[in-house]
Nanobody, 122 residues
Framework: QVQLVESGGGLVQPGGSLRLSCAAS?????????MRWYRQAPGKERELVAV????????NYADSVKVRFTISRDNAKNTVYLQMNSLKPEDTAVYYC??????????????WGQGTQVTVSS
């Protein structure tokens, strides 16, 4: 059974840092999956925050988090991370992990985790 489990969320003051983790299980070849972090704030649509390719060789970020957030992965541990620095109140949201196999590999359906709450407040 394929599963993504996020952890590391919590309450942090503005300017603080958090490191989110997403542990994948049940994937036959995790290293073939493109991994993404999304977030959804109350009353807003879910937005893409960061992407990392299957090999980890390429990353991309939403303009709102560039420089402050870093996505990384450890294929040996089937885990993807999101290091979040200089957090702002507008970063408050539920953060979701997403996995999908993309070309040149066979296209798969996207898989989602259950989300982890990040609250930035003084």
């Amino acid at each position: 059974q394929v599963q993504l489990v996020e952890s590391g969320g919590g309450l942090v003051q503005p300017g603080g840092s958090l490191r989110l983790s997403c542990a994948a299980s049940g994937f036959t070849t995790f290293s073939r999956y493109t991994m993404r972090w999304y977030r959804q704030a109350p009353g807003k649509e879910r937005e893409l925050v960061a992407v990392i390719t299957s090999s980890g060789g390429s990353t991309n970020y939403a303009d709102s988090v560039k420089v402050r957030f870093t996505i990384s992965r450890d294929n040996a541990k089937n885990t993807v991370y999101l290091q979040m620095n200089s957090l702002k109140p507008e970063d408050t949201a539920v953060y979701y992990c997403n996995a999908q196999m993309l070309p040149p590999f066979p296209l798969s359906r996207p898989y989602w985790g259950q989300g982890t709450q990040v609250t930035v407040s003084s």
